[in-house]
């Protein structure tokens, strides 16, 4: 059922729209569509399953799958990038932009199928991603750090942005003043909007979480002074200083909790609780709407993979 609060699609100032990829639940993953001029980009894009859903937003909206110009995946996680394949098939005149490090997965994605598989099943992995299409190299841009891209006179500017992922770049959009970040801001669901404002956590999951490279990635942020972030989970978001230093003390947090619960015999499960009852506290502390067994249902999945990621951290730590 869809929160009211999170409608599948919000349309924010300077030509971008905030598009609910429908993954899991609503208002869990989003993607954006950019507009310049006659022409539209795609920043993220949900899995193969979402599609269908934006086809027919494009449609309804009279556009055309040749005015796609671009889809932008900002890492090749399957929330973010497992569509791709799939949606360029459909947009016959789109160019890929990725990551370096993200580029060959995107063109041979086996071993993101390998690896999702292993850890899902593959009947869970059909159901959650569905088909993993591979991109043809000749349409693939990589974007390198600095790499600037001229749409229709819009300039789009890529960053790497290690922190959550070695294969993460963000966008910074001029004409926004805004950062399309990715998992590089953190998550901050719609649904735990209260009075007091958003309430946003860390993406710790595997394999790739490195918390000194994610300081310096959100110091780049900030020497922009932007006014706006873009999440892929869940939507824009203001605030953006307070929001950064929460973050901040959040990562310190995080990874004071794995620290501590190093050598416990039942680290995993430990750790997946004291994450829970962090994000019980600050979602209480910012008078968030949600009952304790709400917040419980809708974080779950993210700290489980949050808890994953911080053994895997730790883990390297040891050698």
Not at 55 to 79: E, N
Not at 200 to 220: G, H, N
Not at 227 to 255: C, E, I, S
Not at 288 to 309: C, H, T
């Amino acid at each position: 059922m869809r929160p009211a609060s999170v409608p599948a699609t919000v349309d924010y100032p300077d030509n971008i729209t905030c598009v609910d990829t429908e993954q899991v639940r609503p208002g869990q993953a989003c993607c954006y569509l950019v507009r310049s001029g006659n022409h539209y980009a795609f920043i993220d894009c949900g899995t193969s399953l979402s599609v269908p859903g934006f086809k027919a937003l494009l449609a309804k909206r009279g556009i055309g799958l040749d005015q796609i110009a671009y889809v932008m995946p900002t890492h090749v996680h399957l929330d973010h990038a497992g569509g791709a394949g799939l949606l360029m098939r459909e947009c016959p005149n789109a160019k890929l932009v990725v990551h370096p490090r993200g580029a060959k997965h995107m063109v041979d994605p086996s071993a993101l199928i390998a690896g999702a598989t292993a850890v899902y099943g593959p009947e869970k992995m059909t159901a959650m991603y569905g088909e993993i299409v591979p991109v043809d190299e000749s349409r693939v841009i990589v974007a390198d750090e600095g790499y600037t891209l001229d749409f229709v006179g819009r300039e789009l500017v890529f960053i790497d942005a290690p922190g959550h992922a070695r294969h993460h770049y963000a966008i910074w959009d001029a004409q926004s003043r805004g950062w399309f970040a990715g998992d590089t801001f953190g998550l901050s669901y719609r649904v735990f909007d209260g009075p007091n404002g958003a309430v946003l956590l860390p993406t710790t999951t595997p394999v790739q979480f490195e918390p000194d490279a994610w300081l310096k990635t959100l110091s780049r942020f900030m020497a922009t002074e932007p006014a706006w972030m873009f999440l892929t989970h869940y939507g824009r978001v203001g605030n953006v200083q307070q929001l950064a230093a929460d973050l901040r003390g959040d990562l310190a947090m995080y990874q004071s909790i794995a620290l501590h619960l190093a050598d416990a015999p039942d680290r995993h499960a430990r750790i997946v609780e004291a994450l829970t009852l962090h994000a019980l506290e600050e979602l209480a502390a910012m008078a968030a709407p949600v009952s304790d067994e709400l917040a419980r249902d809708w974080l779950a999945f993210d700290l489980e993979l949050n808890a994953q990621g911080l053994g895997v951290w730790l883990d390297r730590q040891k050698t």
